[in-house]
C-alpha cells in the first residue's frame, strides 16, 4: 500500500467512532475487510480475535487498541445543557471551544461552566446540545472531520486507528512463520479488560504491541521526545518494567537489516491504560512498538503517514523472520 491509499485509509478509519465501550462499529469494519482464509472472533470483552483459518495454537500475538477516548452524557444544570464523564484520558478543551457528536446524531458545543470558579476537570465544562435530545448515558467522541497535509494526517482518533492500521495492514501482507493472532483489543483502559485477559485465553510465547504515544518535539521543549516522520518508536520500558530485553535486541536488529527508520522510546509518564498487557498477562514476553501522536487523546491530533507504514513493514519483518525471537 502506498502513502497516499495509507492517507486515504487513515482518514476513513479516524471518523469510525469507537468509544471505549462502544467499539462494534470498528469491529464491524474490520470484519468486513478481512483477507480470505482468516477466522474471527469477538470474546466476551469485545475484543476482535483473528486467526488463520486452520490455526490450531497461537506462537505470536500482534495487539493493537480498538477504542478511543470517548464521554457519556450526564445529566446538566437545565434543559439544553449536559455534562460529560470522560471515557479515557481525554484532555479538557482548555480556554477555547470544542465540539463532540453522540452515538444518536446530535452534536454539542463545549463551553466552560460560569459557576465552576477555578476549578479544572470535567466537571466545570458544560456541553451545549440546544433542542437535540440526547438521553443520559449515550456515548459521544470528538466531532472532528480528517484533514490531510504533506505526509500526515489531523484529525480525532488518528493515533489509535494509526496504531491499528499497522497491525491490520499486516494481516494482508505478512506470511507469518509461526502460529499468529491478531487481537483487536477493546476497552483498554478499562481495569480487567483489552488485551491482557484475551493474551491469557490464547497463551502465546510473546507478543507484539502497537500502540500510540504522546510526541515531543514541540519546540522549546526542555526533554525532547519521540519525533514525527522519524518512524516509530520502540518502547525500551513499560511502566513498571522493563521490555523484554530479548525482543527489543530481535527487533532493533530487523528494523536496522531492512534499513527502517526508528526511534527509542522512553516513557516519562505512565500510559493511561490500566489494563496493559505486560502488565498484567504474566509470562508473555511483549515488546511495543509506539506511533508517535502529536496532541495525543485531544480533538485535533496529527500523525505521520510514513511512520505508521514503517510499523506495518517492521512488524511484517517480525511475523516472517526466521529463527527463535527469545532465543
Not at 480470505?36 to 506462537?59: M, Y
Not at 505478512?174 to 478499562?190: D, G, L, M
Not at 503517514?305 to 527469545?326: C, F, K, N, Y
Request: proline content about 10%; aromatic content about 6%; charged content about 20%.
Amino acid at each position: 500500500m502506498n502513502l497516499s491509499d495509507l492517507t486515504a485509509l487513515l482518514s476513513e478509519l479516524s471518523q469510525v467512532d469507537a468509544p471505549s465501550g462502544h467499539e462494534g462499529p470498528l469491529r464491524a469494519w474490520l470484519q468486513a475487510h478481512l483477507p480470505p482464509h482468516t477466522t474471527a472472533r469477538t470474546d466476551g470483552l469485545g475484543n476482535l480475535i483473528v486467526t488463520p483459518a486452520d490455526a490450531s495454537s497461537v506462537e505470536a500475538l500482534v495487539v493493537a487498541p480498538l477504542d478511543e477516548v470517548g464521554f457519556l452524557a450526564q445529566p446538566g444544570p437545565a434543559p439544553g445543557w449536559m455534562r460529560l464523564a470522560p471515557l479515557g484520558p481525554a484532555p479538557t478543551p482548555g480556554p477555547a471551544s470544542a465540539r463532540v457528536r453522540f452515538a444518536g446524531g446530535a452534536r454539542g458545543v463545549l463551553t466552560r461552566d460560569p459557576a465552576a470558579g477555578q476549578a479544572q476537570g470535567w466537571d466545570a465544562w458544560l456541553c451545549d446540545v440546544g433542542e437535540e435530545p440526547v438521553p443520559v448515558g449515550q456515548a459521544a467522541v470528538w466531532d472532528t472531520e480528517p484533514v490531510v497535509q504533506t505526509g500526515r494526517v489531523l484529525g480525532k482518533a488518528v493515533g489509535v486507528r494509526a496504531a491499528l492500521l499497522a497491525a491490520y495492514l499486516t494481516l494482508h501482507t505478512a506470511q507469518p512463520r509461526r502460529p499468529t493472532a491478531w487481537v483487536f483489543a477493546a476497552r483498554e483502559r478499562v481495569p480487567g479488560r483489552g488485551s491482557a485477559p484475551a493474551a491469557l485465553g490464547l497463551d502465546p510465547t510473546y507478543a507484539l504491541r502497537v500502540v500510540p504515544a504522546p510526541a515531543g518535539d514541540e519546540p522549546g521543549r526542555r526533554i525532547p521526545g519521540l519525533r514525527l516522520a522519524a518512524g516509530p518508536g520502540l518502547r525500551r520500558h513499560e511502566w513498571g518494567r522493563a521490555a523484554d530485553a530479548r525482543l527489543v535486541g530481535w527487533l532493533t536488529r530487523l528494523a536496522r537489516d531492512a534499513r527502517l527508520a526508528f526511534q527509542d522510546e522512553v516513557p516519562r509518564e505512565r500510559e493511561p491504560s490500566w489494563a496493559s498487557l505486560p502488565l498484567v498477562a504474566a509470562g508473555v514476553s511483549t515488546v511495543t512498538l509506539s506511533i508517535p501522536t502529536r496532541n495525543l487523546y485531544a480533538a485535533h491530533q496529527a500523525v505521520a503517514v510514513s511512520d505508521v507504514l514503517a510499523a506495518a513493514r517492521w512488524l511484517q519483518a517480525a511475523l516472517e523472520a526466521q529463527g527463535d525471537p527469545l532465543a
